[in-house]
Structure formats: structure tokens, C-alpha cells
């Protein structure tokens, strides 16, 4: 099934940032809740927007979201040391995010990831910057995977974001992460591939309406996890019907449930 990593409690969010500087943790906890029940599979955590505040302000949102859902969470810091912190207090096997092939960031978040139980979302991105075709992505994606890989870490827990970048920018990017993906997931067998869903949309006009049917592109080539918002219910439903398309939901009981419910409709 999709992995839906849930994007909203983001300190670059005003609304987080100011209920995490009050200390109003009635709501981050609605907040939390109302993921949990629109279907996300990992809660992401980023308390990094305060500066010199992350590692209190973590502190604090890994107790409140906690004490609000039984999902996993993937803590979200390009910081080791807090991330450290943040492994140390959850409950469940996290994913964290991330690391990359930037030599500095590599370097510091190998020893951190050595003989850690966790999921891993790995950047295709490395000194010489941001890619520039979908080979790039894919000798990034194996580059990485292989030294996971030589620290003990299992395929099945390496998510490769192939950084999607907007077609604001160039109107050939959605076509090379598309690309990139089909061959990651075929080329590179069982990992998964992950990423920003809405960093296609940015500059343009209606952005919720591409990022729905960018997702429907992105699944049709392998893509099973996102990083996105669950709140979004068109986004949720257009979610569901592909996996229902895909043939990943037995009976298509998912999809009817979600009927039922009222999360799709026309």
C-alpha cells in the first residue's frame, strides 16, 4: 500500500510555529489526530524553523504528537544530534528524514544511521547540486542505496526521493522524475521512492488541481510514498482510486470503504 507521510506539523508553518511557541498542544493534537484518521501512515515531525529553539521544541512535539496517535513518525531534522534525541524518545521504529550524498551531510548522518532500526529517506542530491536529467537521479539513487547498504541497512527501509522540482521552472521536470522513478523501482529492487508531492505545483496557478493528477503520473510509474498533506481529501481520494486501479486493493474493499465513508465522491 501507499506510504503517506504526513507533511503538517512543519515549524515553517505559521500556524505550528505559533502553537509550538505557546505551547498549545491541544492543537497539534487535533491537528495529529485528524492525519491519523484521513489515513497517513507516518507523522512527520520538523521542529526546526525556531532557531536556536529545535532541540526544546522537538522535545515537546514528539511527547504531544505521541500522546495524540499510534502512528510512527518520521523526525525530521538535518541535524544528528537531534535526531539522535528524537530516536531516543519514540515509540515505535521511525523513518527519518533524510540524508544525501552532500559530502558534509553524509558524513555526519552515517554514524548516527550505524546499527539504527529505522526507515531512511535518501536525497538525490549531492555536491555538484540539484539534478539535472533523470540518469543523474539514478546513478545518485544506486549510489546511495550502495552505501546504505555497506552500513547494514535493508533496501525495504531506503526511501529515494528523486527530488521533484517545479515545472515552473522547466516543463521537462515532471517527465525526468517520472522517468527516474519507472527506473529506480525497476532497476533497483525493493526500495521505495518518496518525495515533496506539491514541489511540482509551486509558481503556478490552481496548484492542488496539478498535484492530484501528478499523482496519479507519479503511481503509474512506480512512485509509493509521498510526502504530502492528508487533509486534503480530493488528494486522499485520488490516491485511493489508483491504488484501486492498480490492482493493490484486494476486492476494492479500500475504495469502497472510502465510499461508504464519504472520502470519494463526485
Same mark, same amino acid.
Given at each position: 500500500?501507499?506510504?503517506?507521510?504526513? #507533511?503538517?506539523?512543519?515549524?515553517? @508553518? %505559521?500556524? /505550528? +510555529?505559533? *502553537?509550538?511557541?505557546?505551547?498549545?498542544?491541544?492543537?497539534?493534537? $487535533?491537528?495529529?489526530?485528524?492525519?491519523?484518521?484521513?489515513?497517513?501512515?507516518?507523522?512527520?515531525?520538523?521542529?526546526?524553523?525556531?532557531?536556536?529553539?529545535?532541540? #526544546?521544541?522537538?522535545?515537546?512535539? @514528539? %511527547?504531544? /504528537? +505521541?500522546? *495524540?496517535?499510534?502512528?510512527?513518525?518520521?523526525?525530521?531534522?538535518? $541535524?544528528?544530534?537531534?535526531?539522535?534525541?528524537?530516536?531516543?524518545?519514540?515509540?515505535?521504529?521511525?523513518?527519518?528524514?533524510?540524508?544525501?550524498?552532500?559530502?558534509?551531510?553524509?558524513?555526519?548522518?552515517?554514524?548516527?544511521?550505524?546499527?539504527?532500526?529505522?526507515?531512511?529517506?535518501?536525497?538525490?542530491?549531492?555536491?555538484?547540486?540539484?539534478?539535472?536529467?533523470?540518469?543523474?537521479?539514478?546513478?545518485?539513487?544506486?549510489?546511495?542505496?550502495?552505501?546504505?547498504?555497506?552500513?547494514?541497512?535493508?533496501?525495504?527501509?531506503?526511501?529515494?526521493?528523486?527530488?521533484?522540482?517545479?515545472?515552473?521552472?522547466?516543463?521537462?521536470?515532471?517527465?525526468?522524475?517520472?522517468?527516474?522513478?519507472?527506473?529506480?523501482?525497476?532497476?533497483?529492487?525493493?526500495?521505495?521512492?518518496?518525495?515533496?508531492?506539491?514541489?511540482?505545483?509551486?509558481?503556478?496557478?490552481?496548484?492542488?488541481?496539478?498535484?492530484?493528477?501528478?499523482?496519479?503520473?507519479?503511481?503509474?510509474?512506480?512512485?509509493?510514498?509521498?510526502?504530502?498533506?492528508?487533509?486534503?481529501?480530493?488528494?486522499?481520494?485520488?490516491?485511493?482510486?489508483?491504488?484501486?486501479?492498480?490492482?493493490?486493493?484486494?476486492?476494492?474493499?479500500?475504495?469502497?470503504?472510502?465510499?461508504?465513508?464519504?472520502?470519494?465522491?463526485?
Amino acid at each position: 500500500m501507499f506510504t503517506v507521510i504526513g #507533511e503538517r506539523i512543519n515549524t515553517t @508553518l %505559521k500556524k /505550528v +510555529q505559533a *502553537a509550538v511557541a505557546d505551547r498549545d498542544a491541544d492543537y497539534i493534537k $487535533d491537528d495529529v489526530k485528524q492525519q491519523t484518521e484521513a489515513g497517513a501512515t507516518y507523522i512527520d515531525v520538523n521542529a526546526g524553523a525556531r532557531i536556536g529553539h529545535e532541540e #526544546e521544541d522537538m522535545r515537546w512535539l @514528539l %511527547k504531544v /504528537v +505521541q500522546e *495524540a496517535t499510534d502512528l510512527p513518525l518520521c523526525l525530521d531534522s538535518p $541535524d544528528p544530534a537531534i535526531l539522535e534525541m528524537a530516536y531516543g524518545m519514540v515509540d515505535k521504529t521511525p523513518m527519518i528524514n533524510s540524508i544525501s550524498l552532500e559530502k558534509e551531510r553524509f558524513d555526519a548522518m552515517i554514524p548516527f544511521l550505524k546499527g539504527k532500526e529505522c526507515k531512511i529517506i535518501a536525497l538525490c542530491m549531492d555536491d555538484s547540486g540539484m539534478p539535472k536529467s533523470f540518469e543523474d537521479i539514478v546513478g545518485r539513487a544506486r549510489s546511495i542505496v550502495q552505501e546504505l547498504e555497506n552500513i547494514g541497512m535493508k533496501r525495504e527501509d531506503i526511501f529515494i526521493d528523486p527530488l521533484i522540482q517545479p515545472m515552473s521552472v522547466d516543463s521537462q521536470n515532471g517527465v525526468m522524475v517520472m522517468k527516474a522513478v519507472k527506473a529506480i523501482m525497476t532497476e533497483i529492487e525493493g526500495v521505495h521512492t518518496t518525495g515533496g508531492l506539491s514541489n511540482i505545483s509551486y509558481g503556478l496557478p490552481q496548484r492542488k488541481i496539478i498535484n492530484r493528477n501528478f499523482l496519479v503520473m507519479m503511481m503509474a510509474h512506480g512512485f509509493d510514498a509521498a510526502i504530502m498533506d492528508p487533509l486534503d481529501r480530493d488528494i486522499m481520494a485520488v490516491l485511493r482510486t489508483s491504488e484501486m486501479l492498480k490492482g493493490e486493493d484486494n476486492f476494492c474493499m479500500n475504495y469502497l470503504k472510502a465510499v461508504r465513508a464519504g472520502d470519494i465522491k463526485a
